[in-house]
Each structure stands twice: as C-alpha cells, then as structure tokens.
C-alpha cells in the first residue's frame, strides 16, 4: 500500500466550477500537508502548506486536513482555466530530517 | 531571479554511456534533491544533500551517483544508464527545517535511454 493515495483522474469541469481534490495516506507521523500545482512541460510549484488539522484560505483555495481520518482536500472556488494542471498532494513528517512523500497527482481540466 | 537550473531540458543516449545532468540554484538553499517522475508513480526522491559534502539515499538511489561540492550545485550522474532510467527528472532545492516544505523546482529534464 502506498503511504499517500491519489486520484489519478483526469477530473475536468466547467469554468466557475468548484474543484474538490483529495488524497488519502496512511502514516500518522505526517505532520506538514503540501499542495503542489504542476504545469504542463515545468516543475511542480508550492501552491500552499498547512501543519498538523484545519483549515487554510489563500484567495480562490482552501486547503483542509483532517488527521483523524488521515485525509486531506484541496477546493478551488470559481476555477479557471489557468488552473487546469496537475496537483500533487505532499506530506511529511515534523522533524527536518523527514522527507516529503508526494502523491501521484490529479489532472484538472477547467472547460472554457 | 531565483531559480533551479537543470541542463539539459532533453537528452536521448544509448546504454551504458556515463552520463551527468546538472542542476544549480540561486537561492543559498542547504537542503538539495533529486527526483524522478513517472506516470502513475508521482515524484519519487533518488537522492538528497543536506548540505556540502552531505548526501543520503532516498527511495529509488539504484543506478545513481551524486556529489555536493558546493552549496548550489547537486549534479546527478548515471554511470550505467539502463531503459528502465527513462523518466522525466527533477532537482529541487530548499532552506531546511519547515522550509522544507516549500521546494523550488528545475524545469525538470526528460531522459531517454535507448
């Protein structure tokens, strides 16, 4: 079983649509939860990061954590279609020597 | 501008023949990594630095060489490259600690191994 699950999709909706991605792990020592976006043919980039439960707003996203049962989502409001990438999910744990466990990423198409 | 620098963006070889991609940062980042991308597999970490002279194994280190000579440059190297080597490559660089979690990403190179 993989540590961190992810859809693969590909997930497509209509522009100004409201985006739910998710993801599933299994270690309870995940402590940091990242969300990276990556665009065709470039590196992934930090989209946002939240540390241990709750919730974080920047703008148009929302980023959730939910540790009790090992699930995290991202939600995008009025989505784009400059947001239609891929969005690959991180986690790790608090110490610095912990590395960063990467989903496989969710392809997001936002339909003009 | 601060940036992650991998040369080359696409490189196609033959087995068995040595080859290095470059990566290099601006950003005085300590903490240094190499990862490849596969469908179906996400980003998975071959190597990383902590700092000069400081490298570790990550999860797929088989067939890969690094160095940290100095702080902006982590080059990876594949002595023996083989077909299952084909991927597409990222080096990443970060400060440590919880800056961690934000990594700087390179354009990512694309390799073929015929």
């Known amino acids: 079983q993989k540590e961190v699950e992810q859809d693969p999709g590909p997930l497509s909706v209509p522009e100004g649509a409201i985006v739910s991605l998710n993801c599933t792990y299994s270690n309870s020592a995940f402590q940091y939860f990242m969300w990276y976006r990556q665009y065709s043919r470039k590196g992934p980039e930090l989209l946002m990061y939240?540390?241990?439960?709750g919730n974080k707003e920047d703008g148009r996203f929302t980023a959730q954590v939910d540790k009790s049962s090992k699930y995290i989502s991202l939600f995008i409001r009025d989505s784009q279609p400059s947001d239609s990438a891929t969005y690959l999910c991180?986690?790790?744990?608090?110490?610095?020597?912990?590395?960063?466990?990467f989903g496989s990423g969710t392809r997001l198409s936002i339909r003009p | 501008e601060a940036q992650v620098t991998q040369n080359p963006r696409y490189l196609i070889t033959v087995t068995g023949k040595k080859l290095t991609v470059t990566c290099s940062q601006n950003?005085?980042?300590?903490?240094m990594s190499w990862y490849r991308q596969d469908p179906g597999l996400g980003l998975r970490q071959i190597y990383y630095s902590m700092n000069v002279e400081v490298t570790d194994k990550g999860d797929v280190p088989e067939g890969y060489k690094v160095s940290r000579k100095e702080k902006r440059n982590f080059p990876l190297i594949l002595e023996s490259p083989s077909p299952n080597q084909t991927s597409l490559y990222f080096c990443a660089s970060s400060f440590q600690g919880a800056q961690q979690n934000i990594q700087y990403f390179g354009a990512g190179t694309r390799l073929s191994v015929l």
């Open positions: 991180a986690m790790r744990g608090y110490s610095s020597a912990s590395k960063i466990i």
């Open positions: 939240t540390y241990s439960s």
């Open positions: 950003m005085n980042h300590e903490y």
